[in-house]
């Protein structure tokens, strides 16, 4: 197991970030990092050394971070495994059955994700609403979008659920976007 950040020397820190292949969005972090141990500014090389105790989890750590800020989160919560929580809470879990959820998660800020799970008999998928999905300012819109993620998947495959399943979601587009009944008191 190699050291942890904080018991490394600088040079050894230096050699850890040259070896890291950061992604795209990573490269800001890695030579901002780099910058601060060349300039030894101990008080940023402590704030990236506050997210974890490798490269790769402070780097995924403080992507996690910067996108959650998007979302209205300004501190770091960790969970028990040392990873920053990106998950939203989910608000409504709108079920065609089993199988095929829209899931609506809200952050702090009221910005909405939306995400689905689905499944055919032969294939399917999901996941939860987090920070690294598409930010939405209204719920219907939220809903709509999720409807359409379904209509998509549906469109790829052909099974024997595909026309039950594009049924149900008309249903749920026409009771999201149809006219509503307004009761007068």
Request: hydrophobic content about 40%; some cysteine.
């Amino acid at each position: 197991m190699e050291k942890a950040l904080s018991q490394m020397s600088k040079e050894e820190k230096l050699q850890a970030l040259a070896d890291y292949l950061p992604c795209r969005h990573e490269r800001q972090y890695v030579l901002r990092y780099i910058l601060a141990l060349r300039h030894d500014d101990m008080e940023q090389v402590a704030w990236f050394e506050s997210f974890g105790q490798s490269v790769y989890r402070v780097m995924l750590n403080i992507s996690t971070y910067e996108r959650g800020k998007l979302f209205g989160y300004a501190d770091k919560q960790f969970d028990e495994h040392g990873w920053i929580k990106g998950m939203l809470p989910i608000v409504e879990n709108i079920a065609l059955d089993d199988f095929n959820v829209i899931r609506i998660g809200q952050s702090v800020n009221g910005l909405y994700a939306v995400t689905v799970s689905w499944a055919t008999s032969n294939a399917g998928g999901g996941s939860y609403p987090s920070v690294w999905d598409e930010p939405m300012a209204d719920y219907k819109e939220a809903v709509l979008c999720g409807i359409r993620m379904l209509e998509q998947q549906y469109a790829k495959v052909s099974s024997k659920e595909t026309s039950r399943v594009m049924a149900g979601l008309r249903n749920l587009k026409g009771r999201y976007t149809g006219p509503q009944q307004l009761a007068l008191f």
